[in-house]
C-alpha cells in the first residue's frame, strides 16, 4: 500500500472517531459548578421553609395569605435548578 494513502487513512481514522479531551483546568470548573448546585439547592430549602414559616404566621395572625406563591415560585424554581443538568444532557449529550 502507498504510504500515502495509509497515512491518510490513520488521518481519516482518527477524524471520524475523536477522542474528547478534558480541557484545561477543568477540574476547578467543575468544582465551582458543584459548589454553586449546593447553594442552589441550599437556598432553595432556606426559601421554602421561610415560605413555610410566613405561611403560618400569616394563617395564624389573619392576614392575607401570600406565601402560598412565595412556596410553589420556591418549589418550581428547585425542579428548574435541580433538572438543568438533566436537560443539558438531554439537548447536547445525543
Known sequence: MNPLLAAG???LAQLQNPSP???????KILQMV????????LSGVVAIT?????????????GGL??????AGAMIGGVV???????MNAVVGS
Open 66 to 71: 401570600e406565601s402560598p406563591k412565595m412556596v
Open 21 to 27: 479531551l478534558a480541557p484545561p483546568a477543568s477540574d
Open 50 to 62: 421561610y415560605a413555610g414559616g410566613k405561611f403560618a404566621w400569616e394563617k395564624w395572625t389573619g
Open 9 to 11: 487513512s490513520d488521518l
Open 34 to 41: 458543584r459548589y454553586l448546585t449546593w447553594f442552589i439547592l
Open 81 to 87: 435548578a435541580t433538572s438543568g443538568g438533566t436537560i
